[in-house]
């Protein structure tokens, strides 16, 4: 079993700044590439950023120079720094990591339980 432990959602005024983590624990040898989606009410989930396990990057387009993704391979942890909020970033934000598991080696996506980030104005 693999555990994900997301935080750091919250309300935020429009403008403002907040950091999601997402903590990994449990079966895991190694945590591949990791991302972060977002899923609106009614809406697909879609991909926001991803990063590799050496530190390369890709973003949305919408967020690009508004959220940086980063990670800490020896915490298993991935954060997402979001800056300069606006209302529309207001969704629940999921961590994604790619898995290789200890007991049988396979590769596997989990997804975390989600953190609610809303931005008022």
């Known amino acids: 079993q693999v555990q994900l432990v997301e935080s750091g959602g919250g309300l935020v005024q429009a403008g403002g700044s907040l950091t999601l983590s997402c903590a990994a624990s449990?079966?895991?040898?190694?945590?591949?590439?990791m991302g972060w989606y977002r899923q609106a009410p009614g809406k697909q989930r879609e991909l926001v950023a991803g990063i590799t396990r050496d530190g390369n990057t890709n973003y949305a387009y919408s967020v690009k120079g508004r959220f940086t993704i980063s990670r800490d391979n020896a915490k298993k942890t991935v954060y997402q720094q979001m800056n300069s909020l606006i209302l529309d970033h207001t969704q629940i934000y999921y961590c994604n990591p790619d898995v290789t598991t200890w007991d049988n080696g396979g590769q596997y996506y989990y997804w975390g339980q989600g953190t609610q980030v809303t931005v008022s104005s």
């Open positions: 449990g079966n895991i040898f190694r945590i591949n590439a």
